[in-house]
Nanobody, 129 residues
Framework: QVQLVESGGGLVQAGGSLRLSCAAS????????MAWFRQAPGKEREFVAA????????YYADSVKARFTISRDNAKNTMSLQMISLNPEDTAVYYC??????????????????????WGQGTQVTVSS
């Protein structure tokens, strides 16, 4: 079955960095767009970043652009999110997600959690001020 397992979360001071990883199994990883979402307490799940199946196209939320970098290794079935210049507003549970379909979807659709079918259990990122 499809499994997505995140790791790398933790507690960091404002201005610090973290690197999240997502290990995927149970499907042909290289065929699917992948994304990171996050959810802070009392808030809805929000889009963070996404990458096309090939790794050629990336898309970021405005709030993380220039600070976060998404990447993937299709040979190792892994995806990462490098986060720098973290601030307390980045505190949330971060989720790795797999697109619902292997077919083409426009980047504008990547921000909607409904277009992602499988989710990891999440990893907590806490940024202290």
């Amino acid at each position: 079955q499809v499994q997505l397992v995140e790791s790398g979360g933790g507690l960091v001071q404002a201005g610090g960095s973290l690197r999240l990883s997502c290990a995927a199994s149970g499907f042909t990883f290289k065929n699917y767009n992948m994304a990171w979402f996050r959810q802070a307490p009392g808030k809805e799940r929000e889009f963070v970043a996404a990458m096309s199946w090939s790794g050629v196209t990336t898309y970021y939320a405005d709030s993380v652009k220039a600070r976060f970098t998404i990447s993937r290794d299709n040979a190792k079935n892994t995806m990462s999110l490098q986060m720098i210049s973290l601030n307390p507003e980045d505190t949330a549970v971060y989720y790795c997600a797999r697109a619902r379909s292997a077919l083409y979807t426009p980047t504008s659709a990547w921000v909607d959690p409904k277009n992602f079918e499988y989710w990891g259990q999440g990893t907590q990122v806490t940024v202290s001020s």
